[in-house]
Antibody, heavy 121, light 110 residues
Framework: EVQLLESGGGLVQPGGSLRLSCAAS????????MNWVRQAPGKGLEWVSS???????FYADSVKGRFTISRDNSKNTLFLQMNSLRAEDTAVYYC???????????????WGQGTLVTVSS | QSVLTQPPSASGTPGQTVTISCSGS????????VNWYQQLPGTAPKLLIY???QRPSGVPDRFSGSKSGTSASLAISGLQSEDEADYSC???????????FGGGTKLTVL
C-alpha cells in the first residue's frame, strides 16, 4: 500500500523559510515523478512543483525562484524548500505521486494527508 | 482565476444523474488527457477518473468521464449521499509547462 506522510508545516512570518518533507513507502520511489500540490483555505487545488524520476523539475510560476523541490531516493523522501514566503502561500501542502506513460498524460494517483503552512505575522 | 473552468456548485437528489463540466483550451484539455479528483469533506483528494474515462480500481462504475475538444465532463449516475464532495478536473498545460486544475465543483446531494 502506497503511503505518503508529509511533515514540516507550521506558522512562519512573511519573508521566512520552511522545509517540507514527505516520507514515501509502498512503491519504488525512485521510479516515479513526485509532486507538491497545495490548497489554500476554502480554495481549489493548485499544483506547485514536480520532480521526475529522471530528475526533470517544473515549478508553477507563482513559486518559481522561491521554492526548491528535491528528493533523496536512498531515503524515499521528497522535500520542498520554501523561501521568501508570502501570505498567499498559506495552504495545506500535499505530497502527490504521479503515474502515466508520459508527462503530459500523468495523473496523480496517490496523495498524502497534507501539512498546513500558515504565513502570518 | 483557474485555467480550467468548472461550475462552483452542482446538486441532485438520490438516484439522479449529475454532470460536471470542465472547460479549457487547446494548450491543455485540447491536447492531452483529463483527470478528475474527488475530495470528501476534511480529507485529501483522491483520484476518481484518469485518462479521460478510466476508473482506478475501487471506483464504482457510477462515475464516468468523457472529453470532447477542449472540454471534459464527469457524470455521476445513481447519485448517493456519500457522493457529496468537491470534484476537480486537471490536466497538463503545454503553455504553462505545468499541471492545472479547475476551481472545483461542490456537489450537494439534496
Amino acid at each position: 500500500e502506497v503511503q505518503l506522510l508529509e511533515s514540516g508545516g507550521g506558522l512562519v512570518q512573511p519573508g521566512g523559510s520552511l522545509r517540507l518533507s514527505c516520507a514515501a513507502s509502498g512503491f519504488t520511489f525512485s521510479n516515479y515523478a513526485m509532486n507538491w500540490v497545495r490548497q489554500a483555505p476554502g480554495k481549489g487545488l493548485e499544483w506547485v512543483s514536480s520532480l521526475g524520476g529522471g530528475g526533470s523539475i517544473f515549478y508553477a510560476d507563482s513559486v518559481k525562484g522561491r521554492f526548491t523541490i528535491s528528493r533523496d531516493n536512498s531515503k524515499n523522501t521528497l522535500f520542498l524548500q520554501m523561501n521568501s514566503l508570502r501570505a498567499e502561500d498559506t495552504a495545506v501542502y500535499y505530497c502527490v505521486k504521479a503515474r502515466g506513460l508520459e508527462r503530459s498524460s500523468y495523473y496523480f494517483d496517490s496523495w498524502g494527508q497534507g501539512t498546513l503552512v500558515t504565513v502570518s505575522s | 482565476q483557474s485555467v480550467l473552468t468548472q461550475p462552483p456548485s452542482a446538486s441532485g437528489t438520490p438516484g439522479q444523474t449529475v454532470t460536471i463540466s470542465c472547460s479549457g483550451s487547446s494548450s491543455n484539455i485540447g491536447s492531452t488527457t483529463v483527470n478528475w479528483y474527488q475530495q470528501l469533506p476534511g480529507t485529501a483528494p483522491k483520484l476518481l477518473i484518469y485518462s479521460n474515462n478510466q476508473r482506478p480500481s475501487g471506483v464504482p462504475d457510477r462515475f464516468s468521464g468523457s472529453k470532447s475538444g477542449t472540454s471534459a465532463s464527469l457524470a455521476i449516475s445513481g447519485l448517493q449521499s456519500e457522493d457529496e464532495a468537491d470534484y476537480s478536473c486537471s490536466t497538463w498545460d503545454s503553455s504553462l509547462n505545468g499541471w492545472v486544475f479547475g476551481g472545483g465543483t461542490k456537489l450537494t446531494v439534496l
